[in-house]
């Protein structure tokens, strides 16, 4: 109410952006549906406080609640992950892994990650990126088969010794092997890092190996499968130290080089309502109807994957392991970008993307990625991802044609109505 009668843009805004939702198929692999509950959280007075520190260690006085709302949130990730340690005040997924370069790392040293335009993330070290500017960046790709070279990971290791190597990315539908990763990393030397951000609710729900335990240290955001508010978890399994205490660099101390690497290397004041979010998120992910949420989560994504490929769809890697899919259009008389502008006019949100070895440019590529976690999340199951594939497939057919683009985008809001955006929990 009080929005309305002070700011209507703003509530205007926000109420078409909840239609749109509402009428539209979210299949942006990044993206969730966060429950009522954890929006309450978002939405409250902790946004009010600054706490600069740790709980126990501020520089602020008037603490005592957010110190409990912050040990609860690190509590319910250590329990959640199965780490010792965890730090929950990084304000996304970039700047968490931004900490564990700065705590690992010096300018100019030598770090090595999946290329972007085979899968990777930008942080994982793009030239244009911090982490390929501040510092030396390798890259590693995936093979002509879609899955990530492994072997061309180990020789780039060995040749190039890095003292980082990045694992994880943002659009590869295959499991992630961290052991084998690990074992690369050991052969040189080097720490391991997994940013599990994409696989995170995948992990939790069981439906994906989960790196903590063997990477050195695991980044994730919170708002993607872990279906949390924006927001970022870093985990370890060394050995918490006083966290502002200065400390050598070695694996047992990341948690200490960490902690420190956040407050007072790159961050102020954490963003408490955010970090109630993050608690909130943690212990729905923590009930069982979470794990069935992970499992159709991927259900979902291997029966979409099974009916576009029954309509000659090529899909990098020949499916999906994982909550997404990356269709490389090549055979089809469409790119990536036109893919995505049909699929948006018909009321199904995806994003261009560059497949491994794309013959195409970067902003007008070969391939689309979309994934089921909103969709799950909604209450749709394998019957209506079989609709789903036949809308896609007739909307990318139909490309040109605006009217045939508007009929599905009519069937869209027609099937939606079924499905509310809130998870269901129980
Ligand atoms: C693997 C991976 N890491 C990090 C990030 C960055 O997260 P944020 O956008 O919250 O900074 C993303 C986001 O897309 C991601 O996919």
């Known amino acids: 109410m009080k929005l309305q009668q002070q700011d209507p843009q703003i509530y205007d805004l926000i109420k078409k952006e909840i ?28 946004t009010d406080k600054y706490s600069e520190g740790y709980p126990g260690m501020r520089y602020y006085g008037g603490c005592e609640n957010v110190d409990v709302v912050e040990n609860l949130a690190r509590d319910r990730a250590k329990e959640l992950f199965g780490a010792s340690w965890a730090n929950v005040q990084a304000h996304s997924g970039c700047p968490a892994n931004q900490a564990v370069y700065f705590a690992l790392c010096d300018p100019g040293d030598t770090v090595m990650g999946l290329k972007l335009f085979h899968g990777g993330h930008m942080t994982h070290g793009l030239k244009l990126n911090f982490s390929g500017t501040i510092y030396h960046s390798v890259q590693y790709g995936c093979r002509e088969d879609g899955f990530i070279d492994l072997d061309e990971m180990r020789s780039l290791a060995h040749e190039h010794k890095p003292k980082l190597i990045v694992t994880g990315g943002s659009a590869y539908p295959q499991i992630y092997e961290w052991a084998k990763y690990k074992e690369i990393a050991d052969e040189v030397g080097a720490y391991l890092l997994a940013d599990m951000s994409h696989v995170a609710g995948l ?22 499968t872990l279906r949390g508010p924006r927001g970022a978890i870093i985990m370890a399994n060394g050995n918490p130290s006083t966290p502002l205490t200065k400390v050598e660099r070695s694996k047992e ?29 943690l212990k729905e992910a923590r009930q069982p109807a979470f794990k069935n ?34 269709i490389n259009l090549g055979n089809k008389d469409i790119t990536g970008k036109q893919g995505e502008k049909a699929l948006g006019l018909a009321g199904i ?13 970067p902003f007008d590529p070969s391939g689309i990625r979309l994934g089921t976690p909103a969709l799950t999340t909604r209450g749709m199951k394998e019957a209506e991802m079989r609709v789903v594939a036949n809308m896609i497939d007739r909307a990318l057919t139909n490309h040109g ?4 683009l508007t009929r599905i985008h009519d069937e869209v809001k027609e099937m939606t109505k079924n499905f509310p955006l809130s998870p269901k929990l129980a």
Do not use: C
């Open 253 to 281: 101390n990341i948690p200490t080089l960490v902690d420190r690497a956040i407050i007072p290397g790159l961050q102020g004041g954490p963003h408490n309502h955010q970090t109630a979010a993050i608690a909130v998120a």
């Open 19 to 46: 239609t749109r939702q509402k009428e539209g198929l979210e299949m942006i692999p990044s993206e969730n549906h966060t429950s009522e509950a954890v929006l309450e959280a978002l939405g409250s007075r902790l």
């Open 401 to 404: 044609d605006e009217n045939a």
């Open 293 to 326: 949420y992970a499992k159709q989560i991927v259900v979902n994504a291997k029966t979409l994957a099974e009916e576009l490929l029954s309509k000659g769809y090529q899909l990098v890697t020949g499916g999906t392991e994982t909550h997404l899919l990356l």
């Open 349 to 361: 949100t995806v994003n261009k993307n560059t497949i491994p070895h794309d013959p195409r440019k």
């Open 203 to 224: 992990v939790a729900g069981g439906m994906h190996p989960n790196p903590v335990g063997i990477a050195d240290v695991v980044t994730t955001t919170t708002h993607k």
